[in-house]
C-alpha cells in the first residue's frame, strides 16, 4: 500500500496535533517506508490503528525506545511489577515493548531467518534464539517493525490480532483493538489515535 509522502506529511499536525519536528520526521519516513514495502498490511484501517499503538508505545516518538523505569518510592506498586521481568533484562524495547522472556523467544522464533539491516548499516539475519541472546535487537528499527507489525497481525502478544477488531465490511473497534497488546489500558486515547491516523492516511493514499 503506497500513500503520498508529501500529503501524509503537510497534514500531519492538522490531523494529529504533533509537530514534526527533525528526530519524528526522520522517524516517521523511516516508519512508512516499512509499512509500504509491507504486503501482510491491506487495509487502511489496520494500518492506523498500528501508527495509534505505536505512537503511544514509543512515547510519541515513532522510534524503537526502552521502557521507562518506574520510581521505587513514588510508584512502588507499578516499580514491583516492572521487576518481575526487568531483573531478568527482558523488559520492554519496540515500537509495541516487547516484555519478559517467553515473548522475546516467541519473537526470535517467529522471525528466524529474517534478513535485517542494523542501524550502523549492517546485515544480518535473525536466528531462532537471537533475541534472547541479544534482547537489544529488539530496538533496531527493523526488527521492532517486524515484531510489531507481525505481531498484531498474528496474535503474538495475547492471542488477540487485528483482524479480530478489524474487518473489511463492518466499522472497526478501535478501542477493542487494544486487547492484542494490554487489556484496555488507554483504549479511548489509542482508538481516537487510530480514527485521526485513518483520515489521514485515506487524505494521503495513492
Not at 512508512?32 to 514509543?58: C, H, K, M, N
Not at 509495541?96 to 529474517?114: C, D, F, H, R, S
Request: proline share 4%; hydrophobic share 40%.
Amino acid at each position: 500500500m503506497q500513500f503520498k509522502r508529501h500529503v501524509l506529511l503537510t497534514d500531519w499536525t492538522a490531523r494529529t496535533g504533533l509537530s514534526l519536528a527533525p528526530a519524528r520526521h526522520t522517524a516517521i519516513s523511516a516508519l512508512f517506508d516499512l509499512i509500504e514495502a509491507d504486503p501482510g498490511f491491506t487495509q487502511v484501517r489496520e494500518i492506523a490503528y498500528f501508527l495509534a499503538t505505536v505512537r503511544w508505545e514509543s512515547g510519541h516518538t515513532f522510534s524503537p525506545v526502552q521502557e521507562k523505569r518506574f520510581n521505587s518510592q513514588r510508584r512502588p506498586r507499578e516499580w514491583d511489577c516492572q521487576n518481575a521481568y526487568w531483573k531478568t533484562g527482558f523488559y520492554g524495547r519496540g515500537l509495541v515493548q516487547i516484555t519478559w522472556e517467553a515473548n522475546y523467544k516467541k519473537a526470535g522464533q517467529k522471525l528466524a531467518g529474517m534478513q535485517c539491516t542494523l542501524a550502523d548499516g549492517s546485515a544480518c539475519t535473525l536466528a531462532a534464539d537471537s533475541l534472547i541472546k541479544q534482547p537489544d535487537l529488539g530496538l533496531e528499527l527493523s526488527v521492532a517493525y517486524a515484531i510489531g507489525a507481525r505481531g498484531m497481525r498474528e496474535g503474538w502478544f495475547t492471542g488477540k490480532k487485528l483482524s479480530d477488531y478489524i474487518k473489511p465490511s463492518l466499522p472497526p473497534d478501535y478501542a477493542g483493538a487494544r486487547r492484542i497488546i494490554n487489556g484496555i489500558d488507554h483504549k479511548d486515547d489509542i482508538a481516537a489515535m487510530a480514527a485521526q491516523f485513518e483520515l489521514l492516511l485515506r487524505a494521503a493514499q495513492d
